[in-house]
């Protein structure tokens, strides 16, 4: 997965646990680019495809901030458990495990 992918799933889950807040100004994007030891461009690039997804949007001169939408953030999170989810099962199947023995499987572990 490219890296501005990489980040941008990580800035949504940050978003997600609510360490940016709705409406709440994000980091410049030089900023960004120092935090997560990138490129300036990609820094950009990184922005673009969150704004893209609604999850984040411009304020001219101001910056860049996230979304004010609870519906939108939710749509994220369940969008990300099932991308999740996907992963698990596509490696569970190539253990040779059937759909009934990965339901048992997570039905008797511990958390």
Known sequence: MPIYLQVADNIKKQIILGKYKPGERLPSTKALAVLYNVNPNTAVRI????????ITFIKRGLGTFVTESG????A????????VIDK??????????G????HQFIKGREV
């Open 47 to 54: 922005y673009q495809e969150l704004e893209s997804q609604d």
């Open 71 to 74: 519906e939108v953030i939710e």
């Open 76 to 83: 994220v999170r369940k969008e990300m458990a099932n991308a």
């Open 88 to 97: 698990f099962i596509g490696e569970m199947v190539e253990l040779g495990f």
């Open 99 to 102: 759909f009934e023995e990965m």
